[in-house]
């Protein structure tokens, strides 16, 4: 019973980070393309500070359970739970490393322009946090399919 409430809470708390991909897959990449200066600007700082507060429980909430995920199968290492769970676990660590090495560096200086102030080349950094971001979507939206046949085909 508690394994099931742990995969529930994974699932759910993997899904919002996975939610996240989604919208930019949908629309915010699109939208975000068609920003002028000022408005990209202004967009970026308002999602950071929002971001930092919010996001980051469910981070950590998501690595909780995904690693509690594992311990708890690693009696059987040869499972699809298990595998499913680890594959998950790394997908999600090395999302968060992107994160940190990737967006955090270009929303830090973004956080430093104004709507007035900022370099020429403000759309190539744009592009470069767009670009990382794409390669933490395939992360995430792997790790939570891993999950999700885990938990369906144990």
Do not use: C
Not at 46 to 60: E, H, I, M, R
């Amino acid at each position: 019973m508690e394994i099931n409430i742990i995969i529930f809470l994974n699932l759910l708390l993997y899904s919002i980070i996975v939610s996240q991909s989604f919208s930019y897959i949908i629309s915010l990449e699109d939208v975000q393309r068609k920003m002028d200066a000022a408005t990209y600007i202004t967009f970026r700082k308002q999602t950071d500070k929002n971001f930092l507060k919010k996001f980051s429980k469910v981070v950590y909430g998501t690595i909780a359970t995904n690693t509690l995920l594992v311990v708890m199968t690693s009696n059987y290492t040869t499972g699809l739970l298990f595998i499913t769970a680890a594959l998950a676990w790394v997908a999600l660590v090395v999302e968060i490393l992107l994160t940190l090495k990737g967006n955090m560096p270009i929303n830090r200086l973004v956080n430093t322009w104004t709507t007035e102030n900022y370099p020429d080349n403000w759309e190539m950094h744009r592009e470069k946090w767009l670009q990382v971001f794409r390669k933490r979507q395939v992360l995430n939206i792997t790790g939570f399919l891993l999950l999700l046949i885990g938990a369906i085909f144990q």
